[in-house]
C-alpha cells in the first residue's frame, strides 16, 4: 500500500527545481506575508531580493527579521533586473494597479485571491497580463495544501471513480478584527474565505451549471460583511457540491472537514489550518477505495501545513510556467472564473434566486 501512496505524495511535492528558480520582489509587508509566504519561500530556497511597503518601517522590520537584502519604494523595486517575480501581497482594491505597474516592467506576476474586487477589473488584468506577454498566477493556494492535493490526486487517480459530490463544511471562530479592511467591508465569507472552497470544488469538479446561496449575520457580530453561508452547486451528469460556513461559533465545538464522493469510494478530511488559525495543524486524510481496494479508511500521512508549506506552491507553478515547463493551474483565468463564481453566489443571496453559471 505504501507503493501506491507514493505517486500521490509526488502529486504534493512543493520543491521548485533550481533551473526554474526565479528572484522574487515582494510587495507589502502585511501579517500574512510575515507568517505564510516569506516562511515558505525561505523553506522552499527560493531568492527575494528585497521588500516594499507604503508604510517604510514595517518594510524594514520585515526586511531585517527576514534577513532580506534590502527595502525597496515599488517604483525600486519594478525598476531592479534582479527581480524577475513581483509577489503582490496588498489589500484588494490597490491590487490591479500594481498589477498592471508589474507586468508594464516586464515582469511576471504572483496576484493574491481575489484576483480583483469585481470581475470587470479581473478581466482587464487577464488581458494585460496577455498583452505584455507574462505570466500572471493567483495565489489560490488551498488547492497546493497537502491534504487537498493529495485527496485531489487520489481523485484523479481514479481511487474513488467518478466524483459526484464534494461538501466542505466549516463551523469555526473567526476573529476578523485582525484585518481592519475585513472589519467594514460588505462583502466578507463569499469573497475572503469560501473563495477557497470554491476553487477547490472547481478543481475537482469544474465549472458549476447552477449555484444557490443563503447567507446571514449574527446579530451583534463585529464585522459589517456575511459571515453565515450555505451554497449549494450543480454539475453536468447530477454531480453536487455543498459548502457551509460558519465563522461566528462561539460554543467551542469548531470543525473544519471536507468529503469528496465517488461511484467507487470516498475521500475525507479535515482542514488543520481553521483548528488555530494561524499556526494550525496539519491537515488529515482517509480514503475508502473499492478500486484499490482498501479495506475500509486508509489514512494518508499529512506532514505540512496549509500555512506556510502551501503558500510555495503557487509560486512554484508560475516558476514552472514561466520556465515552459507547465502551465499554471491557477492562472489569472482560472482565477477570474472563480471569481466569477463568488459573484453568482452573491447575486444568488442577493436576489434568493438559483444563478445559471
Known amino acids: 500500500m505504501l507503493q501506491q501512496l507514493q505517486p500521490i505524495a509526488a502529486a504534493c511535492d512543493l520543491t521548485v527545481p533550481v533551473h526554474a528558480r526565479k528572484t522574487i520582489g ?3 509587508a502585511g501579517a500574512i506575508t510575515q507568517v505564510a509566504h516569506l516562511p515558505a519561500y525561505r523553506k522552499a530556497g527560493l531568492t527575494v531580493a ?13 526586511r ?8 525597496y519604494t515599488l517604483d525600486e523595486l519594478l525598476a531592479d533586473p534582479a527581480v524577475e517575480i513581483v509577489d503582490v501581497a496588498v489589500v484588494p482594491e490597490a491590487q490591479p494597479a500594481i498589477v498592471r505597474q508589474a507586468l508594464a516592467a516586464g515582469k511576471h506576476v504572483l496576484a493574491q485571491k481575489p484576483l480583483a474586487v469585481n470581475s470587470e477589473l479581473g478581466a482587464e488584468l487577464v488581458k494585460a ?8 498566477v493567483v495565489n489560490h493556494q488551498m488547492r497546493y495544501g497537502e491534504g487537498m492535493a493529495a485527496a485531489r490526486a487520489m481523485a484523479e487517480a481514479g481511487w474513488i471513480g467518478e466524483v459526484t459530490a464534494v461538501v466542505v463544511d466549516v463551523d469555526i471562530d473567526t476573529d476578523f478584527t485582525a484585518w481592519d479592511w475585513l472589519v467594514t467591508s460588505p462583502r466578507l465569507d463569499l469573497m475572503y474565505h469560501s473563495i477557497h472552497y470554491f476553487d477547490t470544488v472547481r478543481a475537482l469538479m469544474g465549472d458549476p451549471s447552477t449555484v444557490y446561496c443563503a447567507g446571514g449575520r ?8 456575511e459571515t453565515r453561508t450555505f451554497t449549494t452547486l450543480t454539475f453536468d451528469g447530477g454531480r453536487r457540491g455543498l459548502v457551509k460556513v460558519n465563522h461566528e461559533n462561539h460554543t467551542g465545538d469548531q470543525s473544519a472537514t471536507f468529503r469528496i464522493d465517488g461511484s467507487h469510494g470516498s475521500i475525507r478530511g479535515t482542514i488543520g489550518l481553521l483548528y488555530d488559525y494561524p499556526h494550525g495543524r496539519p491537515d488529515t486524510v482517509e480514503v475508502n477505495s473499492q478500486v484499490l481496494p482498501t479495506d475500509g479508511w486508509l489514512p494518508y500521512p499529512v506532514t505540512t501545513r496549509w500555512i506556510p508549506d502551501a503558500f510555495a506552491g503557487p ?6 510556467e514561466v520556465a515552459g515547463e507547465a502551465p499554471a493551474p491557477t492562472t489569472a483565468a482560472d482565477g477570474l472564473r472563480t471569481l466569477q463564481l463568488v459573484e453568482a453566489c452573491y447575486a444568488s443571496l442577493e436576489s434568493g434566486e ?3 453559471f
Open 315 to 320: 509560486m512554484r507553478a508560475l516558476m514552472l
Open 64 to 71: 531585517q527579521e527576514f534577513d532580506l537584502p534590502r527595502t
Open 26 to 28: 515582494v510587495v507589502g
Open 129 to 136: 497580463a496577455q498583452a505584455a506577454g507574462r505570466s500572471l
Open 50 to 62: 528585497g521588500i516594499c511597503d507604503l508604510d517604510g518601517a514595517r518594510a524594514e522590520k520585515v
Open 218 to 225: 449574527r446579530p451583534g457580530q463585529a464585522v459589517a460583511g
Open 354 to 356: 438559483v444563478q445559471r
